[in-house]
């Protein structure tokens, strides 16, 4: 997405990955993920843009070096910084370089690191600069061309020049600072939006204890300026490969210089605790989950992506499997690898298939579909008319008025009218 975006801005490059399939793919015009524009941006692109394994035939023609790789935490909780060590040792005969920028979210401290092992490299005269990701899935291309501000955090008048050249024609302020803050700014900007997800998500249960309803709640709280309406949407909580992997890593950052970040680590558990609690409420309607058969619709972490990773379905499939229900899914776009909990599901091609027979539908991902579904039609192939409305997608009364029990979070649990 880098590559495409700074080809698109008139650069030309050469993109290196480990894996021959993804090189295979993006050499023959395909894109092994789902990005919406994306594969339109490489192929208006394409003559400026190569894709190739060998690290020396990106390297040795190159000024710039952007590591993009993956960071992922370890069992500490802690991110993993192999992938990025294997592209800086592989620099080290790179002195035509001008410049090597790190784009993967690394703990703050990092970039010092790598300008040591640089300059102990004999690399001295190649600049440094980290240059953190703000995109979300599903608008990747648009947030990269249209940011709210490009971070660059660099200890070089050049570098820092020659990275805001690199940028020449997004749409957006290029803010330069720094190495660690740069680093920080990524892992707090996380860790701040994750903190609203889970805050409203609490207030969602104080409202459900005290009669409130979180929809209203939220709207009139995020017309507050100061406060803004965005990510204030209650519901199963927050997945994807940023917010739970950066927010954990800031937390072990934080522990290792034996600062308890206390607020975070509540931010973590209320986003644990999420699906868990869905779970526990709709057995209360339900009595039990032994012998029953539940629909799940939606399983990616947010509609408009394949992406499944740290969605909240694979908790909640595993615990419904756990508690004895069969689990029937649907998604238009997840794949799911045939290990546990899906394996022991089955796999639906549309909503009412999925529906078809169960005692309760929960609404995991808000796809526009399951807005669409004729809910009274819904109801009458079902066993049992409950749903268990986790993004508090639908409207309360109409599915009361299509016989439902339904439950939201935060909202008045509504009986069959
Ligand atoms: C996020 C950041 O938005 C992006 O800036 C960063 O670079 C990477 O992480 P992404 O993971 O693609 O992007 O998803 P995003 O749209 O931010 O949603 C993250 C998760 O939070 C989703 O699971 C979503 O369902 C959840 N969410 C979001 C809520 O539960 N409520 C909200 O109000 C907003």
Known sequence: MTAACFADLGHRVVVRDIQPERIRLLQSGEIPFFEPGLGDLISKNKDRLTFTL????????????????????????????????????????ATHLAAVVVK????????????????????????????????????????FLGPDRVVVGTADAATAALVRELHEGVDGPVEVMDVPSAEMVKLASNALLATKISFINEIATVCEATGADIEEVAKAIGMDHRLGPHFLKAGLGYGGSCFPKDSRALSAL????????????????????????????????????????????????????????????????????????????????????????????????????????????????????????????????????????GRNLLDPQELAAAGFTYMGVGRATQTPA
């Open 54 to 93: 060998d690290v020396q035939e990106a390297v040795s023609g190159a000024e710039v070096v952007y590591v993009c790789v993956d960071t992922p935490p370890m069992a500490s909780g802690d991110a993993d910084l192999s992938r990025v060590w294997a592209v800086i040792d592989a620099l080290k005969d």
């Open 104 to 143: 993967s979210t690394v703990p703050v401290g990092t970039g010092e690191r790598v300008r040591a092992a640089l300059d102990g490299a004999g690399l001295s005269h190649v600049g440094y600069a980290a240059n953190p990701e703000f995109t979300a899935e599903g608008k990747a291309v648009a947030d």
């Open 254 to 389: 934080a522990s290792n210089s034996g600062y308890p970040f206390q607020l975070l680590n509540a931010v973590i558990q209320v986003n644990e605790l999420q699906p868990r609690r869905a779970i526990q409420r709709l057995k209360s309607v339900l009595g039990t989950f032994k012998g029953s058969r539940i629909a799940l619709l939606g399983l990616t972490f947010k509609p408009g992506t394949d992406d499944m990773r740290e969605a909240p379905s694979g908790i909640i499939a595993a615990r419904l499997l756990a508690e004895g229900a069969q689990v029937r899914c649907w998604d238009p776009l997840a794949r799911l690898a045939d290990v546990e909990p899906w394996a022991s599901t089955t796999r639906h091609s549309s909503p009412m298939e999925a529906v078809t027979g169960a005692d309760a539908v929960i609404v995991v991902t808000e796809w526009p579909e399951v807005k669409a579904i004729d809910w009274a039609a819904a109801g009458s192939v079902m066993r049992r008319a409950v749903c268990f409305d």
